[in-house]
């Protein structure tokens, strides 16, 4: 009766936005520690408003927990903590083309796309991502703010977001172009040139409500005579200096879309604190990326999803990132999940990407710590991505053991958000 009561529960919060009765307890047949990959047996988790506030043994956290308290009994399954993907775009449904790309910017209006931006939220958290750093709306304005003040208020169910607005690039280097001259078309970024505009950009991006500044600093990817993926940088030394120091001035933190040595060289220069893509990593780059402790979202999956649609490179930036992917893991760059969904469709779970960075490598605890601590640690969030605590109560839990198969993380049963259970399969 009592798991049933939740489904029900979970239900209602999940049709209606109503908010879900949450319950103080859990008991978890096993809990992963994702900082060390020990799994503990039968333990206890006591929630307070939202937060973890005792873990430990079951009869231990029972005794202490006050009488009558409400029990989710999670004893046949692994609990860890929700998962955080760290490069979506929930804005987006997919381009593997660049038509794909112009028919939204030209054929669906804003709110039509922020409908679907709430469904691919929905969606995000059902399946066990309770936190989304979305990077950039790609030509719908500040959408991203709308929605995550909608999540917050519990109008629409979503995870966690940290938005970017609007995303940076310079004039004549992002679509919508090749277009006849004479139209004035939508553009899928903010447009800003020269140093003093881009730190007036950068505050007025904050003061829309942008939780983090992301700049397209390179494009137009070719393979040079010395066998590194080379690329056109955007901007100018200084002017890539500007986005990082007035995002830094104000509290925020910086994404670099990078492709390139010459891009991601650029990028490190600036001192940006994340860099996305970036196939084209070196060893001097990847050195120089452990010493700055810059974070990497590979973004391998939307790689492999668009291939068809990216000319004659297409097919080879995935084996150029696999190459460049085992060498970081090696060197121990702090490489956080980030598989750019939205560039895929939102009917894909973005948790196949963590089976990807498996199969170049990573030990499936390394892709849980991507996907939990190290993307926390991106976030500069410490009480997300664990479930010590004091850490928000976000969790999710499965049957399987996915320190076994690293898929099992695509068949998640049970999702809580905030201790509000937001998915309870039977
Ligand atoms: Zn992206």
């Known amino acids: 009766m009592r798991r049933l009561g939740f489904a029900l529960l979970a239900a209602l919060f999940l049709a209606g936005g109503l908010a879900a ?115 950039g709306t790609e030509g719908a304005g500040y959408a991203d703010v709308d929605l995550k003040k909608a999540i917050e208020a519990g109008v629409v169910p979503g995870p966690r977001l940290f938005v970017a607005g609007k995303a940076f690039s310079a004039t004549g280097t992002y679509p919508l ?39 397209y600093v390179d494009r137009a990817a070719y393979l040079g005579g010395d066998g590194r993926l080379r690329t056109q940088t955007n901007y100018r030394p200084e002017e890539l200096k500007a986005f990082v120091e007035e995002a830094h001035r104000l509290g925020k933190r910086t994404s670099a879309h990078v492709k390139g040595w010459d891009g991601i060289d650029a990028a490190l220069t600036a001192g940006f604190d994340t860099l996305e893509h970036a196939d084209g990593f070196t060893d001097d780059l990847l050195d120089r990326a452990v010493k700055q402790g810059a974070f990497w979202c590979p973004t391998i999956y939307a790689g492999i999803w668009v291939a068809d649609g990216r000319g004659p490179l297409g097919h080879e930036f995935p084996k150029i990132l696999a190459a460049a992917f085992r060498k970081g893991l090696a060197k121990g760059v702090k490489i956080a999940l980030g598989g750019d969904a939205g560039a895929f469709p939102w009917t894909e779970n973005p948790a196949k990407e963590l089976a990807l960075m498996v199969d170049r490598g990573m030990t499936p605890l390394q892709a849980i710590q991507a996907g939990t601590v190290v993307a926390a640690d991106l976030l500069g969030m410490k009480d997300l991505g664990t479930l010590e605590p004091g850490a928000h109560a976000d969790l999710v839990a499965l049957p399987e053991d996915p320190l076994r198969d690293i898929t099992a993380l695509q068949r998640i049963k049970t999702v809580l958000k905030a201790g509000e259970v937001v998915r309870q399969d039977p």
């Open 21 to 135: 009765q949450e319950p103080s307890l859990i008991h978890a047949g096993r809990l992963l520690d994702v900082r060390t990959g020990k799994v503990h047996a039968d333990q206890g988790l006591l929630l307070k408003e939202g937060r973890v506030a005792a873990v430990g043994p079951w009869s231990q956290v029972l005794a202490a927990a006050p009488k009558g308290a409400r029990v989710l009994d999670l004893s046949g399954q692994m609990v860890l903590p929700g998962l955080i993907e760290a490069h979506t775009h929930v804005l987006l449904q997919g381009n593997r083309f660049k038509q794909d790309y112009a028919d939204q910017i030209l054929k669906e209006s804003i709110p039509a796309r922020t409908l679907r931006a709430a469904a691919a939220a929905r969606s995000a958290l059902s399946w066990g991502f309770t936190t989304l750093r979305d990077l």
């Open 177 to 215: 172009q090749d277009y006849a001259w004479e139209l004035d078309l939508p553009s899928g970024v903010r447009v800003v040139d020269g140093v003093e505009a881009i730190r007036l950009a950068v505050r007025d991006e904050v003061r829309r409500g942008a939780d983090w500044v992301k700049v």
